[in-house]
């Protein structure tokens, strides 16, 4: 006779637990590995190229006794705020004062 002890055969739910629970098992694996693996291509790849500005005037001529608070640039333009509440438009490529606006308060 057999004397080996008979296992009760596992029931439906528990097979399909027991398999789903590997299957996700095996994706967490797998997503880790390829997380890994672009964060190595990311840190040993090319850097990024430096972006160059716009080219700023060399010098600005500003009106007498007025100081440069802010500045900005625009296409063909750059201006220039003073402490004068004044806003001074100068043409890029020549340095010539176009405009000027007084900021009222």
């Known amino acids: 006779m057999n004397d080996a002890p008979l296992e009760p055969e596992e029931p439906a739910n ?6 789903l629970v590997t299957i996700l ?3 967490m694996i797998v997503g880790v590995v ?7 291509m990311r840190i040993n790849g090319k850097p990024a190229p430096v972006a160059t ?4 005037p ?5 009106p007498e006794g ?11 333009w750059y201006a220039v705020v003073t402490d ?4 001074l438009i100068y043409d890029a490529d020549s340095g010539a004062l176009r405009q000027t606006i007084q900021v009222e308060r």
Do not use: C, H, Y
């Open 25 to 27: 098992t095996g994706t």
């Open 84 to 87: 004068g509440d004044a806003i």
């Open 53 to 56: 500005g716009p080219e700023l």
């Open 14 to 19: 528990l097979k399909f637990l027991r398999r």
């Open 66 to 76: 007025a100081q440069a608070t802010a500045f900005t640039m625009g296409k063909g």
């Open 58 to 62: 060399a010098s600005i001529t500003l």
């Open 34 to 40: 390829v997380i890994i693996g672009l964060l190595v």
